[in-house]
């Protein structure tokens, strides 16, 4: 299951980002996986947005620091940050984007390697593989959706599902510093990164 993945490599990547940060070194993504079997619940589904103009990754996925210009990176982060590539990810192509010397606040994201069954993937997990599943308000007609083995927003951790196409999303998991926690939603802050990402990956299309 591709975002169950991406849970486990979270949590081995925020031990290797309490190491000394370098340009060339591991996203520390905390959202999925890639297969094209997605998690199944016994729940029925809600309703499913549907995605009218469907964006093709095969180009963003081959650079997927791409996804965030630096300018973008400074308005969600600060004026200072540094990025960590992982095209061959396991779970995906990923990027990190973070601030040095510090483990939050930082921005992942993750491209499947395959379709990964879309946004639909992620409403049918809901009370199987995820605790957490909460449609958010769309963005320019592409579905965004907050999911989570469990919720972490209290702790300032939320991971979104930005649907790029019926059968495929791309996953953006921020942390928040440890001074922000509890002064905003992280999922609203998540947004924002997705929201930056869309326009981005939109452009390179």
Same mark, same amino acid.
């Given at each position: ?60 996925? *081959?650079?997927?620091?791409? !996804? ?6 400074? %308005?969600?982060? =600060?004026?200072?940050?540094? @990025? &960590? ?38 409403? *049918?997990?809901?009370?199987? !593989? ?6 958010? %308000?769309?963005? =320019?007609?592409?579905?965004? @959706? &907050? ?59």
């Amino acid at each position: 299951m591709r975002r169950t993945i991406l849970v486990f490599i979270a949590a081995t990547l925020a031990l290797a980002a309490c190491s000394t940060p370098t340009t060339n070194g591991t996203p520390t993504p905390t959202g999925g996986g890639s297969n094209s079997n997605p998690p199944k619940s016994t729940n029925p589904a809600p309703e499913v947005p549907k995605v009218e103009k469907p964006i093709d990754l095969a180009q963003i996925k *081959q650079t997927p620091c791409k !996804a965030l210009t630096e300018a973008q990176a400074a %308005e969600l982060l =600060g004026p200072t940050t540094e @990025t &960590a590539s992982q095209p061959d990810g396991p779970a995906g192509p990923a990027c990190r984007w973070s601030v040095p010397s510090t483990t939050r606040p930082r921005v992942n994201v993750i491209f499947s390697k395959a379709p990964d069954g879309g946004t639909a993937s992620v409403y *049918q997990a809901k009370g199987g !593989a995820y605790e957490l599943v909460e449609p958010l %308000e769309t963005i =320019g007609g592409y579905p965004l @959706t &907050a999911y989570g083995t469990k919720d972490e927003r209290p702790s300032g951790k939320c991971s979104v599902a930005l649907g790029t196409s019926d059968n495929e999303t791309v996953d953006i998991v921020l942390e928040q510093s440890e001074a922000n926690i509890g002064k905003k939603d992280p999922c609203d802050a998540a947004r924002e990164a997705a929201i930056r990402v869309l326009t981005t990956i939109r452009g390179s299309n």
